[in-house]
């Protein structure tokens, strides 16, 4: 019998069918059992009356991997409007054992950390299902719009022989002998591509090996790439880049509408009738000014708070989410970026932003060979490195610009996500390679501290250290570093009470831990840690343990209170030396948990 899909069930009111899929659910009541499974398109339920059958179906799990035969009936209690009667079930993959997961919930409940501990699970969940269908429509509608303008598509080179940008954020990799380099992005090779093709885009993995521990970072990303040759100024790149990502925003909104719904989740407002802003770099940073008071118009870039306050600026102003912000300093972009007719100090570059971060860079580009190499120049890099690049220079490269947009941001912006490793299928960062936790050294004692300003300078975090007298309560801590109470944080190693397993949990210094509320959110009861064990286990003393339990191989949450503070201070290790530090630095740097 051939197969029906889910979705298309409705259409069958009546008719004996056959469907495939996993197990979601079960319920078994009695006499009456009721299966949901799950295919590509939907769920299907099942109604159980044959005792056998519910016998046999009995120990499964989710997961599970079953055919059923049988007849469609209309039901609209059922939530589904159909369900399948006298079911003919046939077992293919038998699952019994739990799965540390409720992915056949709606929501998953875990912390992001253990979501992609399990990814090969969570990815089962619907709501996450969800994220990455809509992705799929970016991709699509992405391709189409610049097909339909006459773009041919390439495939650029991941494994290079050198820099694409610059700079030191290079993975090196060793090739047959001799070094190599991941790619930083497909710069070099579009701009190649121009002088053959005229109107190219490619969808690429760039490699930055930023050590940035952030919601909106990752170590391997996917760039939708753009270039187009023949332009008159850079203002025709931004009109392309805005037609594209309008296209791909209402594609998003007229295929996509039931996984929007699933993830209760508001699209970002690009309507086709409103144009995107554009501001300058100067005027941003005025604009950031007159609204906040908070003065960065002697700054070179865009601070993650000017970026969020000009996207409230422009959904208040303009009625969308997406704003251009050009003419950025030449000390600030690429080598590459043509430095403007009026004013050689900026470039005819642009960034775009959306709900609250830079989602898109993108301008003009030099196309002159001589320029190119004095352009290199300035900016430290040597031009023997290039030759394959500044060599198409010599044979005729017109007036071109284009831009590289990040395909998890735009998704993690466009839906209004938290984190982009949601947005990232299997997400590798600097904790994470392809989802998959690192085996990172653990760290005790006095090895412990040393090995936090490690991580601090690697981050290129700014912190203070004090060196005081030995003290053993928060306000002897806070009386000899100079600061509040309300700025010191404890760190305390707790003990589950069945388990064993010790964790840690961070609140403020003049604050004491609920019990209750970290048991409701853990699933289990905690007690402290002796001072005997932290001692011999941890070689670190209370009241100087510091707030970086990943480092120790500990779980690690922290107080939602902590959020609300702006400078942090805490014992490094030592009950006689402390670090003061911004709060948002410490947990970009920890990525704890929140409770």
Same mark, same amino acid.
């Given at each position: 019998?051939?197969?029906?899909?889910?979705?298309?069930?409705?259409?069958r009111?009546?008719?004996?069918?056959?469907?495939?899929?996993?197990?979601?659910?079960?319920? &078994?009541?009695?006499?009456?059992?009721?299966? *949901?499974?799950?295919?590509?398109?939907g769920?299907?339920?099942?109604?159980?009356?044959?005792?056998?059958t519910?016998k046999?179906i009995?120990?499964?799990?989710p @997961?599970?991997?079953?055919?059923?035969?049988?007849?469609?009936?209309?039901n609209?209690?059922?939530?589904?409007?159909?369900?399948? &009667?006298?079911?003919?079930?046939?077992?293919?993959?038998?699952v019994?054992e739990?799965?540390?997961?409720?992915v056949?919930?709606?929501?998953?409940?875990?912390?992001?950390?253990? &979501?992609?501990?399990?990814r090969?699970?969570?990815?089962?969940?619907?709501?996450?299902?969800?994220? +990455?269908?809509?992705q799929?429509t970016?991709?699509r509608?992405?391709?189409?719009?610049?097909?339909?303008?006459?773009?041919?598509?390439?495939?650029?080179?991941?494994?290079?022989g050198?820099?694409?940008?610059?700079?030191?954020?290079?993975?090196k990799?060793?090739?047959?002998g001799?070094?190599?380099?991941?790619?930083?992005? #497909?710069?070099?090779?579009?701009?190649?591509?121009?002088?053959?093709?005229?109107?190219? =885009?490619?969808?690429?993995?760039?490699?930055?090996?930023?050590?940035?521990? $952030?919601?909106?970072?990752?170590?391997?990303?996917?760039?939708?790439?753009?270039?187009?040759g023949?332009?008159?100024?850079?203002?025709?790149?931004?009109?392309m880049?805005?037609g *594209?990502?309008?296209?791909?925003?209402?594609? &998003?909104?007229?295929?996509?509408?039931?996984?929007?719904?699933?993830?209760g989740?508001?699209?970002?407002?690009?309507?086709?009738?409103?144009?995107?802003p554009?501001?300058?770099?100067?005027?941003a940073?005025?604009i =950031?000014?007159?609204?906040t @008071?908070?003065?960065?118009?002697?700054?070179?870039?865009?601070?993650?708070?000017?970026?969020?306050?000009?996207?409230?600026?422009?959904?208040?102003? +303009?009625?969308?989410?997406f704003?251009f912000?050009?003419?950025?300093?030449?000390?600030?972009? #690429? =080598?590459?970026?043509?430095?403007?007719?009026?004013?050689?100090?900026?470039?005819?570059? +642009?960034?775009?932003?959306?709900?609250?971060i830079?989602?898109?860079?993108?301008?003009?580009?030099?196309?002159?060979?001589?320029?190119?190499?004095?352009?290199?120049?300035?900016?430290?890099l040597?031009?023997d490195?290039f030759?394959?690049?500044?060599?198409?220079?010599?044979?005729?490269?017109?007036?071109?610009?284009? +831009?590289?947009? @990040?395909?998890?941001?735009?998704?993690?912006? #466009?839906?209004?996500?938290?984190?982009i490793?949601?947005?990232t299928?299997?997400?590798?960062?600097?904790?994470r390679?392809?989802?998959?936790?690192?085996?990172?050294?653990?760290?005790i004692?006095?090895?412990?501290?040393?090995?936090?300003?490690?991580?601090?300078?690697?981050?290129?975090?700014?912190?203070?250290?004090?060196e005081?007298?030995?003290? $053993? $309560?928060s306000?002897?801590?806070?009386?000899?570093?100079? $600061?509040?109470i309300?700025?010191g944080?404890?760190?305390?190693?707790?003990?589950?009470?069945?388990? @064993?397993?010790?964790?840690?949990?961070?609140?403020?210094?003049?604050?004491k *831990?609920?019990?209750n509320?970290?048991?409701?959110f853990?699933?289990?009861?905690?007690?402290?840690?002796?001072?005997?064990v932290?001692?011999?286990?941890?070689?670190?003393?209370?009241?100087g343990?510091?707030p970086?339990?990943?480092l120790?191989?500990?779980?690690?949450?922290?107080?939602d209170?902590?959020?609300?503070?702006?400078?942090?201070?805490?014992?490094?290790g030592?009950?006689s030396?402390?670090?003061?530090?911004? #709060?948002?630095?410490?947990?970009?740097?920890?990525?704890?948990?929140?409770?």
């Amino acid at each position: 019998m051939e197969r029906i899909l889910a979705i298309n069930l409705k259409e069958r009111i009546g008719e004996k069918v056959s469907v495939r899929g996993w197990l979601q659910n079960s319920r &078994i009541m009695g006499k009456l059992a009721f299966l *949901v499974i799950r295919d590509r398109t939907g769920l299907a339920q099942i109604v159980i009356e044959n005792q056998d059958t519910i016998k046999m179906i009995s120990p499964l799990q989710p @997961g599970s991997v079953i055919y059923v035969s049988g007849v469609v009936s209309e039901n609209e209690k059922s939530g589904l409007g159909v369900e399948i &009667i006298n079911p003919e079930i046939s077992i293919v993959s038998k699952v019994t054992e739990s799965m540390p997961l409720e992915v056949n919930k709606e929501d998953l409940n875990a912390h992001i950390d253990t &979501i992609l501990d399990y990814r090969p699970l969570s990815l089962r969940n619907l709501k996450i299902q969800a994220v +990455f269908k809509i992705q799929a429509t970016l991709v699509r509608a992405y391709r189409e719009y610049l097909t339909n303008l006459g773009f041919t598509e390439f495939f650029g080179p991941n494994i290079i022989g050198a820099s694409s940008e610059g700079g030191a954020e290079l993975f090196k990799v060793d090739y047959f002998g001799s070094d190599a380099m991941l790619s930083q992005s #497909a710069q070099l090779y579009k701009q190649i591509a121009v002088g053959a093709y005229e109107r190219v =885009f490619a969808l690429m993995k760039c490699y930055r090996a930023e050590k940035s521990n $952030t919601r909106r970072h990752l170590t391997e990303a996917t760039q939708f790439e753009f270039e187009m040759g023949f332009i008159d100024n850079f203002s025709e790149v931004m009109d392309m880049l805005e037609g *594209v990502v309008k296209f791909m925003i209402s594609e &998003i909104a007229t295929n996509n509408d039931q996984e929007l719904k699933l993830l209760g989740v508001s699209l970002a407002l690009a309507p086709q009738d409103i144009a995107f802003p554009r501001v300058t770099f100067k005027d941003a940073l005025q604009i =950031f000014f007159e609204r906040t @008071g908070i003065d960065e118009r002697g700054e070179i870039d865009l601070s993650p708070q000017a970026e969020k306050e000009l996207c409230a600026y422009a959904r208040e102003q +303009f009625g969308t989410d997406f704003i251009f912000v050009t003419h950025f300093l030449r000390k600030k972009t #690429a =080598f590459y970026a043509k430095p403007n007719e009026d004013n050689p100090e900026v470039t005819n570059y +642009f960034d775009l932003l959306c709900r609250e971060i830079e989602i898109v860079s993108g301008g003009q580009r030099i196309n002159d060979h001589d320029e190119l190499v004095e352009s290199l120049k300035l900016k430290g890099l040597n031009p023997d490195s290039f030759q394959d690049y500044l060599s198409i220079f010599k044979f005729g490269m017109p007036p071109h610009g284009g +831009f590289g947009m @990040g395909m998890e941001r735009f998704t993690m912006m #466009a839906l209004g996500l938290d984190n982009i490793r949601m947005a990232t299928l299997f997400p590798s960062d600097t904790r994470r390679i392809a989802s998959v936790k690192r085996q990172e050294k653990i760290y005790i004692g006095a090895e412990l501290g040393r090995n936090i300003l490690k991580r601090l300078d690697a981050y290129n975090t700014t912190y203070r250290v004090v060196e005081h007298e030995p003290v $053993t $309560t928060s306000e002897e801590a806070a009386k000899v570093r100079g $600061t509040s109470i309300e700025d010191g944080i404890k760190a305390l190693i707790l003990r589950n009470k069945k388990s @064993g397993e010790n964790i840690m949990v961070c609140i403020p210094a003049n604050d004491k *831990v609920d019990f209750n509320q970290l048991a409701v959110f853990t699933g289990a009861k905690f007690e402290f840690e002796s001072k005997e064990v932290i001692a011999s286990k941890y070689a670190l003393e209370a009241g100087g343990i510091p707030p970086f339990g990943n480092l120790m191989g500990l779980r690690v949450i922290f107080s939602d209170k902590i959020k609300q503070l702006e400078t942090i201070a805490f014992n490094n290790g030592s009950l006689s030396s402390s670090v003061i530090m911004s #709060a948002k630095d410490l947990i970009d740097t920890v990525d704890p948990e929140f409770f």
